[in-house]
């Protein structure tokens, strides 16, 4: 009658040795990942049935594993969750006497070898199948919308333009703070870019509450008009006219070496309209997607910011950094040339 216990972690080692015997390969620390054909793979266990069946020499355990797994795309969205019931094979013992810290590593060894024969399972599954298909369409199917123009006095033409032009993204979900990114106002009438990931949410068919901050401090409720997941860009909209905008262009202008500066929340909403400097260190063509590689500091928060010059030209759309020991001032932005064709947006 006692309860076991065990670690989630003695799980994921049998796992993880499993994955090794399929022929798993790990990318998990590439610098580029194809965001756009990742799942992410989480498994719950729901219930743990202990079965012993004893002989007159022997006496044998197995466990039976009701477990869910949840696939995700690289958003952290539930794009499909998959239900599995499965059995462990025939083990002598539960016990381990031998461990002091652990007598009970017998039984986390009978599950994860149930979680293995678990995720083998998962690879007949139909539903599973169907979402390893590789997408190579990341094209936006929604109509063409037309952005109306801002005329000179309107843009953003240097760097003191720009405090006008930028803002929080807060999120919310479920009724509770949800994190918050950046963005910018690309026209007068309240039109804002920022990045899918900023406003994805926990299902990938529900997006978060989004109210955007702009740089008077004044909060508006926004509403999310369109966005591409596969390139990680949304258009917001909201009630209010701003002093500036930036101009959306549709030629390359970005240059290697190039000065540039962003403007962001970076960790905090405290620290909104922080400013960052640096250079474009390199351009990227990658798993269908170019970037700016950037050489500057930028941290979580200034994801959607802008990429701008001291002309108040914008060149790209902050979206990720590395992270890591000894990693430092290695950041990317999506071109912002190509957000009119990712948005399928016309602006005159």
Do not use: C
Not at 147 to 167: L, W
Not at 308 to 326: A, E, M, T, W
Request: no cysteine; charged share 25%.
């Amino acid at each position: 009658k006692n309860q076991i216990k065990t670690d989630d972690t003695e799980y994921s080692y049998e796992l993880y040795k499993t994955l090794k015997e399929t022929k798993f390969i790990d990318t998990v620390n590439k610098i580029f990942n194809d965001q756009n054909n990742t799942i992410v793979l989480e498994a719950s266990i729901k219930k743990i049935t202990n079965y012993n069946i004893s002989t007159k020499w022997d006496r044998f355990y197995k466990a039976k594993l009701d477990l869910t797994w949840y696939l995700k795309n690289t958003y952290d969205e539930i794009i499909d969750s998959i239900v599995t019931t499965e059995l462990s094979g025939n083990f002598m013992s539960i016990y381990d006497y031998n461990n002091t810290d652990n007598k009970y590593s017998g039984f986390a060894k009978m599950v994860g070898d149930a979680v293995s024969n678990s995720y083998i399972k998962l690879h007949k599954n139909k539903s599973f199948v169907q979402q390893l298909k590789i997408n190579k369409d990341l094209k936006l199917k929604d109509e063409n919308l037309l952005i109306s123009t801002i005329s000179g006095s309107d843009r953003v033409t240097n760097k003191i333009d720009a405090f006008k032009a930028t803002a929080i993204v807060k999120t919310k979900e479920n009724g509770k703070d949800a994190g918050h990114g950046s963005g910018f106002a690309i026209s007068k009438n309240g039109y804002l870019i920022t990045n899918y990931h900023v406003i994805a949410g926990s299902i990938s068919n529900k997006q978060k509450e989004v109210i955007v901050v702009t740089s008077t401090g004044k909060e508006i409720p926004a509403k999310i008009v369109r966005f591409n997941k596969y390139r990680d860009v949304a258009l917001l909209k909201v009630d209010y006219t701003f002093d500036k905008a930036f101009h959306l262009d549709t030629k390359d202008k970005a240059e290697i070496m190039m000065d540039v500066y962003t403007i962001g929340a970076p960790k905090s909403i405290e620290l909104g309209q922080s400013v960052s400097v640096g250079i474009v260190s390199s351009i990227r063509d990658v798993n269908e997607n170019k970037y700016l590689q950037l050489g500057m500091s930028i941290n979580g928060g200034n994801s959607g910011g802008p990429i701008f010059d001291s002309q108040g030209q914008l060149h790209g759309i902050v979206v990720s950094k590395l992270v890591g020991y000894s990693t430092e001032g290695v950041g990317f932005a999506i071109p912002s040339y190509l957000v009119s064709d990712y948005l399928n947006l016309t602006v005159k």
